[in-house]
């Protein structure tokens, strides 16, 4: 009876041990994993065995991040796990297509934190174990061209940070969005403080939403204050288009000076 008293505390109770079976990811694709479920020193009923997708989001007006959840699969329903036994179960889960990057050519971005969090839920235990991996999700095709063009033509990744909330005007699946932060290249660095890229993805189409600071000239001698105008524009990736020309030609078209206070 003791024993059993403590595996409701977690002490001698049921353990889960999740692990990722794909070293890297995209969006839209499938993602592969087992949780291994051991048994304690006594029976004990599952609820349930999930997998869940979170991501760490920035609360807009607040300085803290919340882990919200962005998709999930059950993967056993209510059963009994006898004291010691183990069992393997293998799960795949299929990513949005709006899943965010967290790793570019194997280097990991600054500033996300999206993973996997598998959790059992027991019958009648104060607390449920959980164990949570960090997913590296690599960009689509897409993706990738248009973050080369960003680098090819001078722009420095800075940070990426993900937001809760919704952009005006833009087709959007998830409750929250991506932004990858670049400082200008030399050629706008007095223009622009900062470039930020966003995708939005599904099956049939990525579009891409750029979010420039401008910097904003206060004085007829040239001098420039530190509140920036944000200016948004909005392209679909297509293969027969230059990234590099497109980009420079809409960037220099927002650097233009619009009057002494612009």
Do not use: C, N
């Amino acid at each position: 009876m003791f024993q059993k008293v403590l595996a409701t505390f977690g002490s001698g109770g049921a353990r889960i041990d999740a692990r990722l079976l794909d070293r890297t990811a995209a969006p839209g694709r499938p993602l592969h994993g087992e949780v291994l479920l051991l048994g304690g020193e006594v029976d004990q009923e599952i609820k349930g065995l999930a997998v869940t997708l979170l991501a760490r989001v920035q609360v807009p007006g607040e300085d803290k991040t919340e882990d919200l959840p962005f998709g999930s699969r059950q993967l056993v329903g209510r059963e009994v796990i006898r004291a010691g036994q183990q069992i393997r179960v293998p799960f795949e889960l299929t990513l949005p297509w709006e899943t965010p990057v967290t790793s570019v050519y194997a280097k990991p971005l600054a500033g996300m934190a999206v993973g996997v969090r598998a959790e059992l839920d027991l019958a009648a235990a104060v607390s449920d174990p959980f164990d949570a991996d960090a997913v590296a999700i690599e960009p689509l095709p897409a993706q990738k061209r248009v973050l080369d063009a960003l680098s090819r033509t001078g722009f420095i990744f800075r940070e990426a940070v993900l937001e809760q909330g919704r952009i005006d005007g833009a087709s959007q699946q998830l409750p929250f969005f991506q932004e990858i932060r670049f400082a200008p290249s030399p050629r706008f660095v007095s223009a622009f403080s900062q470039v930020a890229v966003t995708f939005l993805t599904s099956a049939e189409r990525t579009d891409v939403v750029l979010e420039v600071t401008k910097r904003v000239r206060v004085s007829k001698t040239g001098g420039f204050g530190g509140r920036g105008q944000d200016f948004l524009g909005m392209f679909t990736v297509r293969p027969d288009v230059r990234w590099e020309q497109q980009l420079e030609g809409w960037l220099d078209q927002v650097a233009r000076p619009r009057g002494i206070f612009d």
